[in-house]
């Protein structure tokens, strides 16, 4: 007798949700599932959300972040640092990237937000991070590239060897969620219920550039697609497929080598036949199968024995005449 397997339908209740902050109550849970959903709702929202950074940053006149500007208090070592903290939101949907040229020429402290006069299809929401301080009237220009990836990744892994002498590239935080906190508490007992079930409480804290309830759903969503598939069949019909694939790529890789290689390497083929073959320019397997039967008997000195010696060989290696090379 199959078992059937009886799954209690939990539900999600919004405790509090704003830009940056998020908490969560998931139940009723059987004993044991908090742990397993949370770990991996968890995992999912710190790896696998993708978000938007700044990969690298060309300032006039200046090559390598080692050095200093005129005007500007700060050395490029701590523009740098300070360009890697901004985050930044989507506005236009469907960009994923933006080339920004940017010109001050107040003096002053120059925070995050003065950046957003220049950009078209993204905004920077932590607007009061300071980038510099400039002590005169003397404009700066400067470009920077915005650019939509997932995790963190290190400027090393941005350069190109096409990109343009002069970018500074930098370390790129794309990652929207800053932290996430579960816990699991026994469920709240309700009359004539049985206390067989959990509660998970999830805390997410974000940059401002995602809310944690959307943040929550979409990580949801990536598990249940991995899920999803594992268990579909058009899935375990794509995997069958794959293993017949291979079957023929192997087969493919395997007469590939065979029409490479040189006739004269056969041992089962006659002196006599190679070097009717090697007179008329016919080296390999390979050339040899676009020919006719016709073509090889009117060459010269060869006759119906070698035809019969070259057809056994070519039989034995699942070749033939006139046959088409595999692509």
């Excluded at 995992?43 to 005007?71: C, M, P, Q, W």
């Amino acid at each position: 007798m199959k078992e059937d397997i009886i799954i209690t339908p939990p539900y999600i209740k919004v405790i509090n949700n704003t830009n940056f902050i998020g908490s969560f109550k998931i139940e009723p849970l059987e004993i044991g599932f908090g742990v397993t959903i949370g770990n991996s709702i968890r995992r999912v929202l710190l790896s696998s959300l993708t978000g938007y950074a700044i990969t690298y940053i060309k300032i006039e006149n200046i090559n390598h972040e080692f050095s200093s500007i005129d005007g500007i208090v700060e050395d490029v070592t701590e523009i740098i640092l300070n360009f890697k903290k901004i985050r930044i939101k989507n506005t236009i949907k469907g960009v994923d990237k933006e080339l920004v040229n940017a010109s001050i020429k107040e003096s002053g402290i120059i925070t995050a937000e003065k950046l957003n006069n220049f950009i078209t299809y993204f905004k920077i929401v932590n607007k009061d991070l300071i980038l510099f301080n400039k002590n005169n009237d003397k404009k700066i220009n400067f470009s920077f590239f915005i650019e939509k990836g997932k995790g963190y990744v290190q400027s090393e892994k941005h350069k190109k060897e096409e990109n343009l002498l002069g970018n500074i590239y930098i370390d790129s935080i794309y990652t929207p969620i800053i932290n996430v906190k579960y816990k699991i508490e026994q469920k709240d007992k309700l009359e004539n219920e049985n206390n067989d079930f959990e509660k998970l409480l999830i805390d997410i804290k974000t940059d401002g550039t995602i809310n944690p309830k959307k943040a929550l759903f979409k990580s949801c969503k990536i598990l249940l697609d991995y899920l999803s598939f594992i268990i579909s069949k058009k899935s375990y019909n794509k995997l069958i497929k794959n293993k017949n694939y291979d079957k023929k790529n192997d087969k493919f890789l395997k007469i590939k080598k065979i029409l490479k290689t040189k006739l004269s390497d056969y041992e089962n083929l006659s002196k006599r036949t190679l070097n009717c073959l090697e007179a008329s320019n016919i080296k390999t397997w390979g050339e040899l199968i676009l020919l006719d039967k016709e073509t090889v008997l009117s060459m010269k000195n060869f006759g119906k024995k070698s035809l019969t010696e070259l057809e056994k060989e070519m039989k034995n290696l699942n070749i033939s005449f006139k046959m088409k090379k595999p692509n």
